[in-house]
């Protein structure tokens, strides 16, 4: 079965400091890999999503997160934060050849952002 | 805005009691799915439905069922609920192919369950 870890369930960074969230996946063959954020009282919005295509993925709000197939990692960063970004982060994983919605998610990674 | 809406938002029931949980799907989408997500955890899937059929189960007991309308509205019933039961429910629609990559999940804003 695969699983993803997310280390560190609070971060805290200052704004326009470097946001580096970390995510490791458990899988014997690479998968597909997603992060999502979620707002206070809001659903689950896809920032970005790794489809074998490229290893740097580019997402919106200025994220990007790299797929290191050696390390089983797929860390989310962003170069500066803004306060807008506080929010709740989480990193899912689903088989290339599995059904698109049955994601499988880490326990998430709340981010905070101090003045 | 995603264009999905569940309803309620929020829910109280008691230990044993049967709920039914809503949601409208953006327009044009044939495919729902429904996560529950307790306190400090991340999203675990339960089922998802295409064309009214189930056609995908997480690891959840069968007091867990769903339902697809022709409108590709959803439900999903708990019966003889919990406490265990207590978390946020999330339902997703989507459309296109059921192993596509391109597809892409829209999420409400989830029904917010407690139970006493």
């Known amino acids: 079965a695969q699983s993803v870890t997310q280390l560190g369930s609070h971060v805290s960074v200052s704004e326009g400091a470097l946001v580096l969230l970390r995510c490791n996946y458990s899988?014997?063959?690479?998968?597909?890999l997603f992060w999502y954020v979620q707002y206070p009282n809001q659903g689950l919005q896809l920032l970005l999503k790794y489809t074998s295509a490229a290893t740097l993925v580019k997402g919106i709000n200025g994220f990007e997160a790299e797929f290191k197939k050696s390390e089983t990692s797929f860390h989310l960063t962003k170069p500066s934060a803004h306060m807008s970004d506080a929010a709740e982060y989480f990193c899912a994983v689903r088989p290339m050849s599995g059904s698109a919605r049955q994601l499988t998610f880490g326990s998430g990674t709340q981010l905070t952002v101090l003045p | 805005e995603t264009g999905v809406t569940q309803s309620p938002t929020h829910l109280i029931k008691t230990r044993g009691q049967q709920v039914t949980l809503r949601c409208s799907s953006q327009s044009g989408h044939n495919t729902v799915s429904w996560y529950q997500q307790a306190l400090g955890q991340g999203p675990q899937f339960i089922f998802q439905y295409y064309r009214e059929e189930e056609n995908g189960r997480g690891n959840f007991p069968p007091r867990f069922s769903g339902l697809q309308f022709p409108n590709y509205s959803s439900e999903l019933n708990v019966n003889a609920l919990e406490l265990d039961d207590s978390a946020l429910y999330l339902c997703?629609?989507?459309?296109?192919?059921?192993?596509?990559?391109?597809?892409?999940?829209?999420f409400g804003s989830g029904t917010q369950l407690s139970v006493l």
């Open positions: 899988s014997s063959v690479p998968p597909y």
């Open positions: 997703a629609s989507s459309s296109g192919p059921s192993t596509g990559i391109s597809e892409k999940l829209f």
